[in-house]
């Protein structure tokens, strides 16, 4: 049984790499080209994690990769390698995308949405009819503000605040309308917002606070006068170790059965008081935070310089959870994620 993997070498997708691994699985990587090849970073990753002798043999053994282009029609393999790869898959993990808050529309549209309708040819192009694993995100509710976000969801109707958010609905939409259409068999994972402290390393992509971080030392660093770092009362986001993900991912895809999608919520339960996200940045950068969501008299509201931090504390909502909860899961020990958790991601 062969698994490909789109988005491999992504934060989430190594870590769905040695998931996969640990399992037994063989893989390939469909990874867009870079100077060095998939393979090697994945075992470099590895590395850098402790891998021990069995796992990086593994990983030279039962790991091929494939260079693609997400963006072309038969993925830059022309039409006879398109058909080629298609009969050669039995489980296809997108998890490819463009995750920048700084894109426009049309430039994530060609990744999320167009990048999706093409692997979902790839998926319904040969005799096989893999199970297609879809990497969608908790941000596919967009603009609502509060309550909670059910696994059954897919709302347009509160907006988006984002091009990515709009893009990633989007594609989701195109999985579920294929499923209907196609009978295809799929179940998309909706995460929340991946984060991890164990310590960097040139192989492994940036998580979403650690890019939180470096925007707002951007901000810092244009205005040398002091910065406040506001937060409203009330609000909640979720963040998730990612290995811990990958683990729920890989043990509810063994798991899938039928041919409705399954959609599953990859969230934390606890869901996480923004306030203490903010007081570890404020920590990170030794500047003040002020609770009552008010500028510090003489200082820069970093809202006026960075938009998407106003964005991101206007929630307050939740995400059910039900689908991975009912699966019960003998879940590696979770870190408690606190304001330590995030202190020790950000450094």
Known sequence: MLTAITGATGLLGLH???EALARGRRLLLLARRHPLPATVRVERFLRACGAGAEELRRARTRVEAQEIVLEDGFLGLGREGFLRLADRIDVL???AGDISFAADLPRARRTNVDGTRHVLRLVTAGERAPLLCHISTVAVAGA?????VEEKELDASFGFNTPYEQSKFEGEELVHRWVSEHGGRAVVFRPSCLATRRPAHPDRPSHPLQVLAERVGTVLRRYPGPVTL???EGARTNVLPVEHAAYAMTEAAGRQYGDLPRVCHVVNPRHLPVSEVIAALGDHFGVPVDTTWRSTPGSIDVRLALPAYACWLSFSRT????????????????PVVDRDYIAAALR
Request: aromatic fraction near 10%; glycine fraction near 10%; include cysteine.
């Open 230 to 232: 506001p937060v409203p």
């Open 16 to 18: 769905l790499v040695r």
């Open 144 to 148: 609502r503000p509060d309550g909670v």
């Open 319 to 334: 995400y059910e959870d039900r689908a991975l909860a009912g699966l019960g899961l003998a879940w590696p020990d979770r």
């Open 93 to 95: 993990w997108h998890c």
